[in-house]
Structure formats: C-alpha cells, structure tokens
T-cell receptor
Framework: AQSVSQHNHHVILSEAASLELGCNYSYGGTVNLFWYVQYPGQHLQLLLKYFSGDPLVKGIKGFEAEFIKSKFSFNLRKPSVQWSDTAEYFCAAERSNDYKLSFGAGTTVTVRA | DTGVSQDPRHKITKRGQNVTFRCDPISEHNRLYWYRQTLGQGPEFLTYFQNEAQLEKSRLLSDRFSAERPKGSFSTLEIQRTEQGDSAMYLC?????????????FGQGTRLTVV
C-alpha cells in the first residue's frame, strides 16, 4: 500500500490563479511532513516542512500547507501562482523519530503566462 | 548548490556491465539515503545509512544492488549486471542527526541509461 498519495497528476493553471495540491498519508501516530519542488532541470528543493506545532505551515515563495490530522492530509496551497511556479511538486512523509522518508508520485504543475 | 554532490551526473552503460555511483553528503550529516526516480514517479526509497551502518535496504532492491558508506562519509551505490529496467535517476540525500528537525537535502542525481 502506498504510504503517500497525491491526488492530482497534472494541473494546468493561468497566472494569478490559486493552487491547491492534495496529499494524504497512511501512517498512524505522529508524522513529519514535507513538500518538495523540482524545477525543470534542477534538484529537489524543500518548499516547507511540518514537525510539530502550528498546523498551518508557511514556506518559501508564498506557499503554505495545512496539516489536518483527522484527515491524514497535508495539502499545499498558493493564493496566486506565477509562471515560475511551473514545476513538479512532491509530498513526503515519515513517522516521527523514524528515518524512512516516503514520497508521493508527484504533481506536475504548468502555469500558463 | 545543495551541498550534496553526486558523481557522475550521467552514465550510459551496456546491459550486463557494472556501474558505481558516488555521493558526498553535506559534512556533519550522519544520515544518508539513496533513492531511485523514474519518469512520472516520485523518488523510491532504496537504502538508508546512519553513519557507516546500513540500517535498511528496500525489499524491492535486487541482490545486484549494493551500497556502502565506509567511515560514515561518502557513499557508493553499485549495480552489477545492469539491466534495461535499471535505467533511472539515482538520487542521494543527506540529513543532520535526527534530534534536529531537519529535512533531507538532495543532490542533483545520477542519470543511468542502460542500452
């Protein structure tokens, strides 16, 4: 069974549109959660992370994510996307105090100018 | 520059040949991962080191794959008798000790093509 599920395979948006990418994980107990981004031709980079505390996490480039424990979800949002947000986005999760980081299949986001 | 270095960046090899990849993690990162990524998929866990100890190897990994991390510094991933299905991007990542709430830092990857 897949540990991390991303709902959207490919999302196409116009500039200034709002973005929300779904992510669900299947671990019980406490978890650490991450969103990574991979711009064309570049390495994976961290957008934001959640370990504990405020479930609304703010990351770089105007992205934020909300951890909803009851829904096992960690959805990524951005109110107004730019052409430069065109990239592949990966959700990742691990059990707290564990070492094994599991990734979702990724969502390709294409922003049209 | 992420600080995690991988070498080579690209490797083309004939089926049946052995290949070896190297990863140099960020210094003082005692945790090191190898992942494999194919087109349209997320990174798939291969193996994990804490210092020089290999703590887990994915059951998906055949016996043709082996990884080492001598002295807890750089790591190598070797694939013996390569097959076309081994073609993928091989990613290395490192992390600080677990007591720090830190993410994994990824290298640029080694793209393997088996012809």
């Amino acid at each position: 069974a897949q540990s991390v599920s991303q709902h959207n395979h490919h999302v196409i948006l116009s500039e200034a549109a709002s973005l929300e990418l779904g992510c669900n994980y299947s671990y019980g107990g406490t978890v650490n959660l991450f969103w990574y981004v991979q711009y064309p031709g570049q390495h994976l980079q961290l957008l934001l992370k959640y370990f504990s505390g405020d479930p609304l996490v703010k990351g770089i480039k105007g992205f934020e994510a909300e951890f909803i424990k009851s829904k096992f979800s960690f959805n990524l949002r951005k109110p107004s996307v730019q052409w430069s947000d065109t990239a592949e986005y990966f959700c990742a999760a691990e059990r707290s105090n564990d070492y094994k980081l599991s990734f979702g299949a990724g969502t390709t986001v294409t922003v049209r100018a | 520059d992420t600080g995690v270095s991988q070498d080579p960046r690209h490797k083309i090899t004939k089926r049946g040949q052995n290949v070896t990849f190297r990863c140099d993690p960020i210094s003082e990162h005692n945790r090191l991962y190898w992942y494999r990524q194919t087109l349209g998929q997320g990174p798939e866990f291969l193996t994990y080191f804490q210092n020089e100890a290999q703590l887990e190897k994915s059951r998906l990994l055949s016996d043709r794959f082996s990884a080492e991390r001598p002295k807890g510094s750089f790591s190598t991933l070797e694939i013996q008798r390569t097959e076309q299905g081994d073609s993928a991007m091989y990613l290395c990542a490192s992390r600080p000790p677990s007591r720090r709430s830190a993410e994994a830092f990824f290298g640029q990857g080694t793209r393997l093509t088996v012809v």
